[in-house]
């Protein structure tokens, strides 16, 4: 199977109960979001399936989505708790049983056209759905163990389009006392559950899983839950196998951006080790352009263009090696690939002296002159 084929597998294949949580998430963006939505759902399938083992380490996997709608960090948390509220075990399945049985009794005083009696009205039948949805489908396992979700206090309130005011029934932030699947916290650090499981050791919860959603201003969060302080807390009896790091970003996608400071730098603050080798720890995960756009069912208006010159030497052989000894060696690169004209050959130069390679503008200066011919007779033309 191709890499693409692969990739439409990844983000059309709707296995298990996946269209039914769709269907109980009464989310505005699901459709819009439906194969971001398959895809996270197989990729985290496939990394839980992956650990399986009690092997005892700790899976760090971190997810980099980039140029995303301003609503998709939200849809994904949202999928991700009903996701595992309800398809954990059989316990959701036995509250909607109780709550769609019998009559529904009024509170003296109120009548069938309040507001109340409309809300009960309406719980019903979200429950009553569940039902039809889920009923025979779920496994009888009561022992499941449970989810921790840390995420920001505005990935769950529930806007008025979201029309799901029934949300908060699927988790709670009593880490401690609660018998669902679904943890959640919005403030605690990881070195906060340490301090609740000192005091709580007689109920110790089993967490497998952690879901943890970064934020670009909550890098002290993420970056509590780092290797080190899992393995604390599961001293403790937590059991933690898998740990998910998304980041959601509405930000461009920018390649040697997400290398150095999402990749290496979140990577190495979570396993608590330098991390700068390409090869050095596999549980980066991130997309092209392309694939972030069918994501999201965006047309591409993008064009590549391949254009290559038996004369390419110039620039691989004697000013990419002289590249390979300067510090921030992408940066210089990301400059000088746009220095094609004689402003931006200017601002290249002056960007060179300024930054003590003065040396470099003489280094690189055939390649210019050579750049420059080429753009205006090559390039230009067939992308005009």
């Known amino acids: 199977m191709s890499a693409q084929d692969r ?37 985290v399938d496939y990394c839980i399936q ?6 005892g380490t700790i899976n760090y996997q971190i997810v980099y989505v980039p140029t995303c709608p301003e609503w998709a960090r939200e849809l994904l948390v949202r999928f991700l708790i009903h996701k595992v509220a309800f398809t954990s075990s059989s316990r959701f399945l036995a509250i909607a049983k109780q709550k769609t049985k019998g009559y529904i009794v009024l509170p003296t005083g109120l009548s069938s056209s309040s507001k109340q009696f409309k809300q009960l ?11 039809k949805l889920f009923e025979g489908k779920i496994p009888d396992n009561d022992n499941a163990s449970k989810t921790l979700f840390v995420v920001q206090e505005k990935d769950i309130i529930t806007r008025k389009q979201d029309k799901n005011p029934w949300l908060g029934q699927l988790f709670s932030n009593d880490l401690i006392g609660y018998d669902g699947h679904v943890l959640l916290t919005t403030s605690l650090n990881a070195e906060d559950i340490e301090s609740l499981l000192k005091k709580n050791r ?16 909550r890098g002290k969060i993420t970056f509590s839950y780092h290797r080190d302080q899992l393995e ?13 790091v998304f980041y959601i970003s509405e930000r461009p996608f920018r390649l040697y951006s997400a290398i150095d400071n999402i990749k290496y730098s979140l ?11 390409y090869d050095s720890f596999d549980g980066f995960i991130t997309f092209t352009p392309e694939e972030l756009d069918a994501f999201f069912q965006r047309k591409n208006l993008r064009s590549k263009y391949i254009i290559d010159s038996p004369e390419r030497e110039i620039f ?52 210019l002159n050579y750049y420059r011919q080429y753009w205006e007779e090559e390039i230009a033309p067939r992308i005009r």
């Not at 109960?17 to 759902?41: K, T, W, Y």
């Not at 992956?50 to 092997?55: E, F, M, Q, V």
């Not at 604390?232 to 998910?244: A, P, S």
Request: aromatic share 14%; glycine share 6%; charged share 25%.
């Open 316 to 367: 691989t052989a004697d000013i990419d090696s002289y590249f390979d000894e300067l510090p921030h060696n992408y940066r210089i690169k990301n400059y000088l690939s746009l220095a094609f004209s004689y402003e931006t050959e200017n601002a290249f130069i002056n960007e060179c002296e300024h930054d003590t390679w003065g040396h470099l503008a003489k280094v690189v200066g055939p390649f």
């Open 202 to 217: 007689e109920r110790i919860p089993r967490v497998e899983n952690l879901f943890i959603f970064h934020s670009h201003n």
């Open 50 to 55: 992956a650990n399986s083992d009690d092997t």
């Open 232 to 244: 604390r807390l599961n001293q403790y009896g937590m059991g933690i196998k898998n740990c998910f």
């Open 121 to 131: 009205i309406g719980e019903r039948e979200y429950y009553r759905k569940f039902k």
């Open 267 to 277: 990577t190495s603050n979570l396993l608590q080790q330098e991390v700068k080798g």
């Open 7 to 43: 990739f439409q597998e990844l983000i059309t294949h709707e296995n298990g109960l996946f269209p039914a949580i769709c269907d109980m998430m009464l989310h505005s963006q699901v459709e819009n979001g439906r194969r971001f939505l398959c895809a996270m759902n197989n990729l």
